[in-house]
């Protein structure tokens, strides 16, 4: 079995400051990991993926996430936030012999204060 | 990559009917799947699309209450049945496409029962 867990339902920067979104993730294999965003009413958008290569994984928007495996967390960061990156991110993970199935954290929502 | 659109975008809907969802992809693919994001919550699969065969459902699901089509390696609907309030959500069409190792995921569909 694999699951997730997000550690902040809510976090709240400032815009210009370091944004951290933290993830533990339990699986049985080695996992492929995942940052999604949503923001409010829009689709699912992939930030990042991890998938057994490079521990520290650069994504879009100035988003980067480390794996690691010793502390089971796929942490996610970014340097600078901006007001548009304000929504809802989920950490995702799927491993295992039904490898293509997904499971979602609860979410994290993300406000950026002027 | 993988397009996917959904029909209809949203709809409201009185308690006891049936709606169908509809999901397109612009290439081929393999595995498609259906995800469920009730209010305010994360997602949760509700089954796997299999092209040819029946529908792989996830625990607490259940093929009486969601039945789902598969056709063809582009198309898949999903009908939510006799619905209830409780089934009020946004309906997720997914596509994983193996080359890229992710699922791609198409705008959603909102319902909303009366």
């Known amino acids: 079995a694999q699951s997730v867990t997000q550690l902040d339902s809510h976090v709240s920067v400032s815009e210009g400051t370091p944004v951290l979104l933290r993830c533990n993730y339990s699986?049985?294999?080695?996992?492929?990991l995942f940052w999604y965003v949503q923001h409010p009413n829009k689709g699912l958008q992939l930030l990042l993926k991890?998938?057994?290569?490079?521990?520290l994984v650069k994504g879009i928007n100035g988003f980067e996430a480390e794996f690691k495996k010793s502390e089971t967390s796929f942490h996610l960061t970014k340097p600078s936030a901006h007001m548009s990156d304000a929504a809802e991110y989920f950490c995702v993970v799927s491993g295992g012999s039904n490898d293509y199935k997904l499971s979602f954290g609860a979410g994290t929502t993300v406000t950026v204060r002027a | 990559s993988a397009v996917i659109s959904q029909k209809p975008s949203r709809d409201i809907c009185q308690r006891g009917t049936s709606l169908t969802i509809q999901c397109q992809v612009d290439s081929q693919v393999t595995m498609m799947f259906w995800y469920r994001q009730q209010p305010g919550q994360s997602l949760t699969l509700i089954a796997t699309?299999?092209?040819?065969?029946?529908?792989?459902?996830e625990s607490g699901f259940v093929i009486d209450k969601f039945p789902i089509s598969r056709p063809n390696l582009t198309f898949s609907t999903l009908t939510v049945s006799n619905m209830s309030p409780e089934d009020s959500s946004i309906y997720l069409c997914s596509v994983r496409v193996r080359s890229y190792n992710e699922q791609f995921f198409g705008p959603g569909t909102r319902l909303t029962v009366l």
């Open positions: 699309a299999n092209q040819g065969s029946e529908a792989t459902y």
């Open positions: 991890y998938t057994s290569a490079a521990t």
């Open positions: 699986s049985s294999y080695s996992p492929s």
